[in-house]
């Protein structure tokens, strides 16, 4: 599986920003796709997933109501929208595919795109 993420960009607190997240090389619909950041200095962390099947949703505490994971089949692409952007948001956001158990651990995912810097600024 090959991801490319797109989207990232400089934007103001309480902006709107959407991440892509582009997939190839296996049928889309099989595999669990999931969204994580890293911040400088700082460990990679869980931000929002999503099951194959598009019924199931997970998301971090800290993005739980400005943050919306979403894909489409036809398009093989999976978004992050991001609302209300604070500047504890800036990270690095990495978009993360895996054909084995829907879940939200980092070290589950066995497929990583490049990572799309995202900067809020206060």
């Known amino acids: 599986v090959q991801l490319q993420a797109s989207g990232g960009g400089l934007v103001q607190a309480g902006g709107s920003l959407r991440l892509s997240c582009a997939a190839s090389?296996?049928?889309?619909?099989?595999?669990?796709m999931g969204w994580f950041r890293q911040a400088p200095g700082k460990e990679r962390e869980f931000v929002a997933a999503?099951?194959?099947?598009?019924?199931?949703?997970r998301y971090a505490d800290s993005v739980k109501g400005r943050f919306t994971i979403s894909r489409d089949s036809a398009k093989n692409t999976v978004y992050l929208q991001m609302n209300s952007l604070k500047p504890e948001d800036t990270a690095v956001y990495y978009c993360?595919?895996?054909?084995?158990?829907?879940?939200?651990?980092?070290?589950?995912?066995?497929?990583w795109g490049q990572g799309t810097l995202v900067t809020v600024s206060s």
């Open positions: 993360a595919a895996t054909l084995g158990v829907y879940n939200d651990y980092v070290f589950e995912y066995e497929y």
């Open positions: 090389g296996r049928t889309f619909s099989s595999i669990h």
């Open positions: 999503m099951s194959w099947s598009g019924d199931s949703t």
